[in-house]
């Protein structure tokens, strides 16, 4: 059966019977599909055109509901063979029905139609309304039974067809193509067995024309090519001859193998080298000679290394491959350069392999020589101090040494993918590139730069470059010292010389014989001997006789001991002046420890001298404004005790108007004290800042009444005010002091003019922007320019720079103290103002203060405060103080403002009566320094007690900088000793207002 379908007569010949079968079929079955839908279609038309026509019979049968008349018109219409059924609704109800039975005769039907039927339904319609709905099933059994005989008689006739048609095709097919073919398979046959005599012959144009072409050209070809195959076997066996005749004449020893590496032929160069025979090696393999091979390192080689093996195991050349071999009897090592080539078979295989032996003792041996010399060369260039670089012509490294390697932080391998910019970060390639070309070979440069590790940290280094050939190669070879040691000397080095020449200490240096050497910039400030008047010179140009021998033997005693000496000297200016200074001494030894110099360092004493006398003008200072302190505190309660009896006393006097106007006297005669008492306690140091508003046109006035007192008559002291509404916030002692010592500076300054003057002047000022430029911390609109103009000597511009320091003094011994002008700047400052000077020596001085004026809501303030006495409405109020006086008097004072009075005479027994009546205390009155416990510790207990009391502090003077915890009293109100009547009842007002809310 495989033979029978292996024919291509077979195949062909299935294959249009396949093929003629299919069309057949295929359009048959497609004629019948579109005649099928046609019926369809026809049916469904037909269908369309019944139904409309029973809607419209049926209109008057359903609207007058008549059931027999519907029945005929539905058996009319029945009559034709393709209605199955027609179904009559009325209503949505079913009205009247027909359907066919078995043997297909009309009979009664309900809504139950069911089968492979056309259907179509309308509704019926009476005057556009619809009364009912008629529904026709029509069969398709009679159209296609009809058309299925039509088809399979249509089909047969096909087939036949066909058939014929396709017989007559397979002769047609035989006698044109198989027929031929058969003949040309006869003829290859014979070619194949060597029978060229006869050609194929076939007289046609065609594809197997054309074939039986081919085929004899095919023929003509091999008989061609086994022609040049006979002529090639000759050629190659006269090659052959003259091949080996080559290898045996050769200068090369060669060897070669067959495909188990056995030895076929040799030449007597071979011969010579591994002294053997020809019949001693033909037929042998590489394991079976004595000899010993060995790799280029010296290592025994295995048979598998051998380059014979290796070619055959790998089917690849071994080219230039270095061996040695031993002979059994030498231990000697002979060198051959190896190549090995395959000689392949018909089938591609490894037929021989042919191995030649070149001798390279001599080059081995010079190898190795030039391997030593590199290793030298390399161990010196690794071990050099230096690190060394190769470079290329475009900034590629080519070889760098191990210490390179170290000190960048990269290895070898890292180094030579890089370039130099890599490393020197200031040195750009284009820069790089221009320093190459400005070079020629042999040309050296030193160049300086900083190199960069892989860690990102940079060192300084001095690289010597010289441009050299190698191999027809410029190269740049560079040499890098890393000098961060010496950069670091230099920098210590520079940093000493720079501290011995900026110090502000004299330094001299001296042989060891006492010959000045060296001396720094202020020992020519301090002495007046400068460098060239001093070198060479002995130290004893400075003596001045103030120091004994025995002092100096001492001195030298201990200088000539090793030791260094210090002490206090006077020594002598150039000028002559004499001077005090400290003075020490130092041997410098050198590596041997032997003196070889001396080096001197002076420090002026004689600022420090006037700083002590100034210190002890400070202590005598504090001492009285410790007095002064102490004097104001007994004296502010004696005050306060009179005043508060004088208001007692107006009290009971109120109907006697001359002894209240005697009265009125004597309590202002009371504050005018308390005023001069405040004004000691700011000269001390120790009075209280209070800040409040102030008019300064009535206290300019009072200032300039009080100063013209004090001031020589023949001096003129001029007011001059050109607004009269200026009121600034600031404490009226301080401000007062201020004004006081800028008159006295101007009293002093005048003294020895010839028509003295001194003018204080008020003036309101609104800055410019240039003066808020020279002061960026000054915020305020507007400004009071308080100025205070003299004509006397003025002021010296190279002290213009130090007036405002303290103690510091142009006035004669027991004239000044130095702190009239710093008491200025600090109150100026104190008051958010600033100070500014103008003086001109020999025509005078003027001093401008600006203050920032208050506005506003201030000033409203300021008018709405009054001498208004506030009453009490029997609250109790709890007062302590250690004197009687203040106590009683206070005491008295508010008992007749209404309140009740409880009164303690330290701050135990105010904590006791607080805890005694705290639920009747509104408000406690305690004075700040009190014997046991003072105010502030008491208020803390008595806050133990009840953390919302109010309490009002009064004090004769500001002794909170002493106390620890000052801020417990920063927030709390506090009135100063003396008070008036108006205002502690103001405050205690206040307070209790604060103590309801």
Known sequence: MG??????????????????????????????SREKMQVISELSDLAEKKVHRLSETLELPLWEIDNRWTSEVIANEITDRVVYAIIVYADGELFEGKKRDAQWRPVSAMDDIEGDYISISRDVLHEDEVIGRVTIYVTPQFALAELNEGTIIELSVALLLGISGLLLLVQMLNKLVIAPIERMQKSTMAIAAGDYSADIKVGREDEIGELAKSINIMKFKIQQRESERDEALLSVRKSEARIRSLVENIHTAVVVHDGEM?????????????????????????ADIDWCFVDKDGQEMGISDHPVNRVI??????????????????????????????????????????????????????????????????SFVDNAANAFFLIDMEGRFVDVNRLACERLGYSRDELLTMKVPDIELALSIEKLMALFASMQQGDMKTITGEHQRKDGSIFPVEVRIAMIEQLGQRLVLAYARDVSDRKQAEERVQRFSQAMEQSGEAIMITDSEGTIVHINPAFTEITGYSEEEALGQNPRI????????????????????GRAWQGKVVNRKKSGDLYPAMLTISPIRDMAGEITHYVGLQQNLERFEELEAQLHQAQKMEAIGTLVGGIAHDFNNALAGITGNLYLAKRKAAELPEVVARLNSVEKLAFR???????????????????????????????????????????????????????????????????MNLVNNANDAVAEAENPSITISLARYTPDPLFLHANPKLTANEYACIKVEDNGMGIPREDFAKIFEPFYTTKAVGKGSGLGLSM?????????????????????????????????EALFKISSENGEVFEGHGETILIADDNDTVLESGRDVLAGLGYKVLTAEDGLQAVEQYRSHAEEIALVLLDVVMPGMGG???????????????????????????????????????????????KLSQMIHEQLEKSSN
């Open 262 to 286: 056995r030895v076929t032929t040799c030449n007597p160069l071979a011969q010579l080298l591994f002294g053997l025979k020809r019949d001693q090696m033909v037929g042998k393999t590489v």
């Open 936 to 982: 502030i510790e008491a208020m803390k207990e008595i806050r133990g007690i009840n953390p919302d009391v109010r309490v009002l502090f009064a004090t004769g003077y500001d002794k909170l900088s002493s106390v620890a915890d000052k801020e417990a009293i920063m927030s709390e109100a506090v009135i100063s000793k003396p008070f008036a009547v108006s």
């Open 824 to 856: 200025v700047y600090g109150t100026v400052k104190s008051h958010g103002g600033v100070v500014d000077v103008e003086s001109e020596p020999g025509v005078g001085t003027s001093f401008k203060i600006y203050l920032p004026l208050m506005e506003g």
């Open 542 to 561: 400075l003596k001045s006789d103030k120091q004994d021998a025995r002092f100096f033997k001492e001195m030298w005693q201990s200088l000539r001991d």
């Open 3 to 32: 033979r029978l379908f292996n024919s291509i007569r077979i195949r062909i010949t299935l294959a249009l019977l396949v093929v003629v079968l299919s069309g057949v079929f295929a359009f048959e079955y497609f004629e019948y």
């Open 313 to 378: 195991s790998n089917g690849v050349a071994v080219r230039s491959l270095m061996v040695g071999i031993r002979k059994p009897e030498k231990r000697e090592t002979v060198w051959l350069l190896v190549n090995a080539e395959p000689v392949r078979g018909d089938h591609g295989e490894i037929a021989s392999v042919i191995v030649s032996y070149a001798d390279i003792s001599a080059l081995k041996a010079a190898e190795n020589a030039l391997v030593e010399s590199e290793k030298r060369i390399r």
């Open 673 to 739: 004290a308390a005023a001069t008492i405040q004004q000691l306690l700011a000269f001390s140091r120790k009075g209280i800042v209070n800040m409040v508003p102030v008019s300064l046109v009535p206290f300019m006035k009072e200032i300039v009444k009080l100063q013209r007192v004090s001031i020589p008559e023949n001096i003129l002291l001029l007011l001059e005010v050109e607004d009269a509404d200026l009121f600034v916030k600031g404490d009226v002692n301080q401000l007062q002091q201020m004004l």
